[in-house]
């Protein structure tokens, strides 16, 4: 049941989103979190739409186990990386065969360090 009520205050919160968008107030808030409690969190809350289906949700995988520590610290708008992976879980559950396997998978493509000037900032996107 929260599991359910997760997922429809996600979706809430998404045409809130687009209403932001709309009218140019569109606000990013960066921060460092933790990817890898985001993906767990996020498999949480896709987890009753998974056993309806009889999908199981694997993740977080590293393709090299160095990775995790990439993830351990992300400077980003958390809120919006939980609404992608959230997607992206909804969606491999909802085009994976029953019985079926959907995993979140790791990989380290550039590293790249915060410039200071962005560190803990609110970013705002409205004309």
Request: aromatic share 10%.
């Given at each position: 049941?929260?599991g359910q009520v997760d997922m429809m205050l996600?979706?809430?919160?998404?045409?809130?989103?687009?209403?932001?968008?709309?009218?140019?107030?569109?606000?990013?808030?960066?921060?460092?979190?933790?990817?890898?409690?985001?993906?767990?969190?996020?498999?949480?809350?896709?987890?009753?739409?998974?056993?309806?289906?009889?999908?199981?949700?694997?993740?977080?995988?590293?393709?090299?186990p160095i990775d995790k520590f990439y993830f351990?610290?992300?400077?980003?708008?958390?809120?919006?990386?939980?609404?992608?992976?959230?997607?992206?879980?909804?969606?491999?559950?909802?085009?994976?065969?029953?019985?079926?396997?959907?995993?979140?998978?790791?990989?380290?493509?550039?590293?790249?360090?915060?410039?200071?000037?962005?560190?803990?900032?609110?970013?705002?996107?409205?004309?």
């Amino acid at each position: 049941m929260q599991g359910q009520v997760d997922m429809m205050l996600a979706l809430m919160r998404d045409l809130m989103n687009q209403a932001q968008m709309a009218n140019n107030t569109f606000r990013m808030v960066k921060d460092y979190f933790s990817c890898v409690q985001l993906v767990r969190k996020c498999k949480t809350i896709a987890a009753p739409q998974a056993s309806l289906k009889d999908v199981t949700l694997v993740g977080p995988v590293f393709e090299n186990p160095i990775d995790k520590f990439y993830f351990q610290q992300v400077f980003n708008d958390e809120q919006r990386y939980g609404q992608v992976i959230l997607n992206f879980l909804s969606n491999g559950i909802k085009f994976t065969p029953r019985g079926g396997t959907v995993s979140t998978l790791f990989k380290v493509l550039e590293v790249n360090s915060v410039p200071k000037s962005e560190q803990r900032s609110s970013v705002n996107h409205a004309s």
